[in-house]
């Protein structure tokens, strides 16, 4: 299962930079005494000011988001499968990949994380002797020679044997439906190029002269938040199809029944596992697909609730970002 704490941590930072976005609109909108001459910003200084502090906030953010979920989907992996023979090849020679370049890094006096040399070579030995207790260098794979860019969030997973991930999310219909109605382009590849580069031309301290409005700013803010979720989605499935995870994933049940447009599923509370609101749910349709589905409500006898309970007699109805199965299966938790 993967953790939503990447995810949880990501769309608080935004929240941030969306909260500072409305500040400073509110104060642009006030009418006040102007002070002595000598401390005044210009209205263009105010708005390049501004401009810089939200473009480096909302970029760190995805940046260390990514990072964050990289590490994250490691770990996830390494509690999925037996043993690292069995791993997938694709995902054993990317963790030798990502261990040799920070092992080089580390000699090079390039590395910032917390890892050590000896610390890596042990994991490392002990994945490739076959040892019970193995682990992955979950750590290793945060690191990225790229500003965060479609093309860069491919290569970090592809090391994961999922670099799909990265098409999934772009591709995901919310987000692509944000981007056009807001003029960002056909989908999040230009949006997140356009960031990457301001981002850029801010740290070398350039100044554009087509200084994103707060208006402007908000509309990145919003599809960030809309690709934050994408992406822990297109992680979940592309791992549920990645190798034997359903063995160890907690199972839901099937619903006993369906409300709008089986946007809202009803479950027995006995004998099944919690589940709070973002937990991402997955199912096969009766064609053989795969489907992840976002917790976003769940009530019990009318009342709105965030975490299930077992008790008897309270069956929870949960409201989900999708139409679940027609064939109503059973489904599985894909994230703690």
Same mark, same amino acid.
């Given at each position: 299962m993967l953790s939503l704490e990447p995810l949880v941590s990501y769309q608080r930072r935004l929240d941030l930079g969306e909260r500072y976005i409305h500040t400073l609109a509110e104060q642009a909108a006030q009418t006040t005494p102007a002070p002595p001459p000598k401390e005044t910003l210009t209205s263009l200084e105010r708005r390049q000011l501004a401009y810089a502090s939200v473009i480096v906030h909302v970029y760190g953010s995805l940046e260390k988001y990514v990072e964050d979920? &990289? /590490?994250?989907? &490691? !770990?996830?992996i390494g509690r999925s499968w037996a043993t690292y023979a069995s791993l997938p090849q694709v995902v054993r020679d990317g963790h030798s990949k990502v261990t040799l370049a920070t092992l080089s890094a580390l000699a090079d006096k390039r590395y910032r994380g917390s890892s050590t040399t000896q610390g890596l070579l042990e994991t490392w030995t002990s994945c490739e002797a076959g040892a019970p207790d193995w682990t992955l260098n979950a750590e290793c794979y945060r690191a990225h020679t790229a500003n965060i860019r479609a093309s860069t969030i491919s290569s970090m997973f592809g090391a994961l044997g999922v670099g799909e991930v990265a098409s999934l999310a772009i591709g995901d219909g919310e987000l692509k439906q944000f981007c056009r109605d807001h003029?960002? $382009? /056909?989908?999040? $590849? +230009? +949006?997140?190029e356009d960031l990457a580069e301001r981002r850029n031309g801010v740290a070398h301290g350039e100044v554009p002269d087509d200084l994103l409005s707060l208006p402007r700013l908000e509309h990145y803010v919003e599809a960030l938040h809309i690709l934050g979720d994408a992406l822990t989605d297109s992680v979940c499935l592309a791992l549920w199809g990645l190798g034997p995870m359903d063995e160890r994933l907690p199972k839901l049940g099937a619903p006993f029944e369906a409300f709008n447009g089986r946007r809202v599923v009803s479950h027995r509370a006995v004998g099944a596992p919690k589940v709070r609101i973002g937990t991402r749910l997955g199912w096969l349709t009766s064609d053989g697909h795969r489907r992840v589905g976002r917790i976003e409500s769940i009530q019990v006898e009318g009342h709105a609730i965030d975490v299930t309970t077992d008790r008897p007699g309270e069956d929870f109805a949960i409201g989900?970002? !999708?139409?679940? &199965? !027609?064939?109503m299966p059973s489904s599985c938790l894909l994230t703690s």
């Open positions: 979920l &990289a /590490e994250h989907t &490691a !770990r996830a003029d960002l $382009g /056909e989908d999040a $590849g +230009f +949006f997140l989900l970002n !999708r139409p679940y &199965a !027609r064939s």
